[in-house]
């Protein structure tokens, strides 16, 4: 394996994975429409600006290079929105994982990573939460990501296309030696939005809900170092390289932390004030999400090595160097 696609490299978590192929010695072709990602997150890979649902425009990039596997990044992936327009989720987010596997089996290419989340288990039937646990999104969103990983074990049968599907929980942190780092607009996700309450960028964090059945009654969820998160994609798909077969996975450290713990780790890593108020509960909010990492273990070799002060820390990092973000 030598050149990788990356699907949606300009965005937070693809962006990331550019730097550790890189760093690996990968050559990295990033597909990105642009549209929530950013150019400067994709440096040093060779970037093509164009939509995945552009059969066109995929046909010159297998035919510009050579690829050896794809990781597929490219999603809309704000719950709420999800919910108020699903047809733009499913046309996106499905539509885009359809045409690029018409793509692959078009071209040869027989190995795919794919971003999935911890949405598609939806309200959870027991913490730590397993792979062979229930799936029933709660929203488009999750829907949209299971319909996909369902589409590619068919696309295995029928197109000899192997995938693993990686669910993750919640991706924080940045990497601070590249200088990349997340820049969402807007911002919805807990750990940039405290961090730029300690910049002065937002007077206080709202917690949504402090009446969960949780120690402290704030939401817990499992936080992942996004550095983590892309070590599991390569060794995915070394895993495949090697013939491994088909799977989903969990990426989560095991570990919950709630709301409230959260806010506290980044007061005293900020050395911030960081005002709180409680706010009444987000919809659609499980109280517990937490991954069991096992089967990542046990199969793919994966340890996530970064806890949540790191975590915090190197998200810091990226927001005090990038107020305003790229
Ligand atoms: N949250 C919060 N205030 C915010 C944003 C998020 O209290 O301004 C809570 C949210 O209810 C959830 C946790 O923080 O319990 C993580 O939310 P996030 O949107 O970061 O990720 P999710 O778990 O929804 O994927």
């Known amino acids: 394996m030598k050149t990788i696609l990356v699907a949606g490299g300009a965005g937070y978590i693809g962006s990331h994975m550019v730097a550790l192929l890189l760093e690996r010695g990968y050559e990295v072709v990033v597909a990105d429409n642009l549209s929530t990602g950013h150019w ?5 890979a060779k970037l093509r600006v164009g939509d995945l649902r552009d059969s066109a425009f995929l046909d010159r990039l297998f035919t510009e290079f050579k690829i050896d596997g794809v990781i597929n990044f490219a999603a809309f992936s704000l719950v709420g929105e999800s919910v108020k327009n699903p047809l733009k989720y499913y046309d996106n987010n499905v539509g885009g994982s359809i045409s690029m596997l018409k793509a692959m089996d078009r071209h040869g290419v027989d190995k795919i990573v794919f971003s999935s989340t911890a949405a598609v288990y939806g309200e959870p039937e027991k913490q730590p939460i397993e792979e062979t646990d229930r799936t029933e999104p709660t929203n488009p969103y999750g829907e949209t990501k299971l319909a996909i990983e369902k589409m590619l074990k068919w696309s295995d049968g029928a197109y000899d296309i192997r995938y693993v599907a990686l669910r993750y929980f919640n ?14 607009s807007p911002e919805s996700h807990l750990i940039p939005l405290v961090l730029k309450t300690a ?4 007077s206080h964090i709202g917690i949504f809900g402090d009446d969960y059945p949780t120690p402290d009654g704030t939401c817990v969820r499992d936080y992942i170092h996004v550095r983590d998160l892309a070590e599991a994609h390569l060794l995915a798909l070394e895993y495949l390289d090697k013939g491994g077969k088909s799977d989903a996975f969990n990426l989560g450290s095991g570990d919950g932390y709630s709301v409230k713990e959260i806010i506290d780790t980044a007061r005293k890593i900020t050395g911030k004030e960081i005002p709180a108020i409680v706010e009444p509960r987000r919809d659609g909010d499980p109280s517990v999400l937490i991954a069991s990492n096992k089967k990542a ?30």
């Not at 400067?40 to 040093?44: H, L, R, S, W, Y």
């Not at 942190?173 to 820049?183: A, F, L, P």
């Not at 910049?199 to 937002?202: D, V």
């Open 40 to 44: 400067q997150a994709a440096k040093g």
């Open 171 to 184: 991706a924080a942190g940045s990497n601070t030696e590249v200088g990349i780092g997340e820049d969402h």
């Open 199 to 202: 910049l002065g960028q937002r």
């Open 297 to 326: 273990g046990e199969i793919l070799g994966w340890k996530p090595l970064r806890g949540l002060q790191t975590i915090i820390a190197d998200a810091w990092n990226w927001h005090s160097n990038h107020p305003n973000g790229y």
